[in-house]
């Protein structure tokens, strides 16, 4: 049983007339009329009544060719689709972003995704890195916007941009006094950190060593480190109602401006903390032009460039 077959038997049941089915379907009568009688062979039923003047369907027959209606228009939904598919700019984009970049980044992505390719929608989720791994392996997401390192089988990756970490202190904190700080200096003070699980987290105890140690000392006299915050946003808030410090991405640090007496953002001294943001995708994923765009737009987002913008390197952020 072929396809072919199934669209001489809808257009005879059509026609009802051999030489006007096979006219219609470009073929000469006898090719048409050894086609039907073979899938009538294959079927083990006729399909049609013939004489010689006319041609009746048959009850079985009807069923069957109204069936093979739907499957020829199942067929044309699947070329349909095919044709969509060559515009890889038309479809839906699923794009996830860990909570640390997403807040941050999407406000700028949606804008420059929206110039570049007007018909493509975008959905976007916030999660944690070990999620969207999952949601991206599943086919549940195309791609994901991550910080590196991040391996999974079957998965490339591309650098967008290296973000540098900035220490945020409340106003009337006296390091705000200095340009620049060590990790030696945040050590000795109340810290405040995202909670494991987060891999900002993990991020900013990797890159600034003195403060493993006071992860590790933190029963001893010293300072205590809280770790309470469930989000950037929420630690920023506990920084400005003076519970103490902490380290943040330029692009947090300067998402939200505050006067110099409430919040202050100072850089590190060099050599800077930072992490790499990228995008992540499957191998197999179809539609290569729309990473291509999504790439590109993240890239133009420039957001460590308007950060920076914000914060001068000498100065916090200011009204």
Known sequence: ?????????????????????????????????????KLEDELGIPLFERSKSNIRITDTGQRIIEQA?????????????????????????????????????????LPELRRAAPEMSLFIEENYTANLRVKLRQSELDAIIIALPFEEPEIVTLPLYDEPFVVLLPGDHPLTKKKALTAEELSKEQLLLLGPGHCFRDQVLESCPPLVKAVTDRAASGPALVTEGSSLETIRHMVASGLGVTVLPLSAATAVKYQENILAVRPFVAPVPYRTVALAWRVTFPRPKAIDILSLAASQCRVIEKAAKTTPATAAASA
């Not at 005879?12 to 009329?33: D, I, Y």
């Not at 349909?80 to 699923?94: E, F, H, V, W």
């Open 1 to 37: 049983m072929t396809l072919t077959e199934l669209r001489y038997i809808v257009t005879l049941a059509r026609e009802k007339h051999f030489g006007r089915a096979a006219e219609r379907c470009h073929v000469s009568q006898p090719t048409l009329s050894v086609a039907v009688k």
């Open 69 to 109: 209606q739907r499957v020829l228009d199942q067929v044309g939904l699947i070329r349909d689709m095919a044709q969509d598919g060559k515009n890889q700019l038309s479809s839906p984009l699923k794009v996830g972003a860990i909570y640390t970049i997403g807040p941050y980044l999407f406000p700028h992505l």
